[in-house]
């Protein structure tokens, strides 16, 4: 019987047959050649239907498994293991670069972010970041693992939101960050995340649960925030 092929992130549909495949850019922010490429590449490999993904990402459903690696070259990605069923993503609001009410440049930001961390390998938890331009939080940022907010002194980052079977608030670690400051702190938070995820008390825990059996105190002085 088939199944998911995670290594490929190629999701198995109801059809037992067929898979979706995801494609592209961060934010599902598309110029006119890509999503001409993405168009052509469903057609040519009988794709049923293309959906927007929860993560902003563009599925093409219906692919068939022998085509898989062809289409994947077609639409010239490599596919992302973690990307399957949303296990993994970064999720951005259009910010400045398009919104009226954006304080920054979340699209920008969100692709820094994108080429330093991910995919976040070997963390064996969900890892969703959500980054938003403004309060307004349109991509929810506070029910993310991680979340950070755009405001014009600089970023707000929080941390250990979750939505799903037990809806949790994610807590602000730190106000006013530049960009760098930012990074430099996801560094050592994904790290501890992912040290944490294979520790076997929080062995696949979610990060607000190990934030909750750990201690906040614990995640602000391996982030340096003490
Ligand atoms: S969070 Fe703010 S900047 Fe982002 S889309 Fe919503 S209103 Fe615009």
């Known amino acids: 019987m088939k199944d998911d092929i995670l290594s490929k992130a190629a999701v198995l549909q109801r059809d037992g047959e067929t898979y979706a495949l995801m494609a592209g850019p961060i934010g599902g922010v598309l110029d006119i050649p890509t999503a001409r490429r993405i168009a052509q590449t469903a057609k040519k490999y009988g794709a049923q239907t293309l959906k927007l993904t929860g993560a902003q990402r563009l599925a093409l459903i219906g692919i ?5 690696d062809a289409a994947y070259e077609d639409l010239g990605i ?9 296990r ?37 938890a969900k890892v969703k970041i959500g980054i938003a331009g403004c309060f307004n939080s349109c991509v929810e940022p506070a029910i993310k693992d991680i979340g950070i907010i755009g405001l014009p ?7 250990g939101g979750a ?14 960050l530049g960009d760098d400051e930012v ?12 040290g944490a995820s294979q520790r076997h008390q929080t ?17 602000m002085r391996v982030c340096g925030l003490e």
Request: hydrophobic share 35%.
């Open 64 to 68: 068939k498994e022998e085509d898989i």
């Open 78 to 86: 490599k596919p992302v293991q973690g990307s399957e069923l949303c």
């Open 88 to 124: 993994q993503y970064i999720k951005v609001c259009p910010g400045n670069t398009f919104c009226s009410r954006g304080q920054r440049d979340t699209i920008t930001f969100a692709g820094k972010v994108a080429e330093n961390f991910y995919p976040f390998p070997k963390i064996q």
């Open 153 to 159: 002194k600089g970023w707000i980052l929080m941390a």
């Open 163 to 176: 939505g799903g079977k037990d809806p949790t608030l994610g807590e602000v670690l730190a106000r006013n």
């Open 183 to 194: 990074l430099d702190i996801l560094d050592k938070l994904l790290k501890y995340y992912r």
């Open 203 to 219: 062995r696949n825990m979610r990060l607000g649960v190990i934030m909750q059996k750990e201690g906040k105190d614990r995640l």
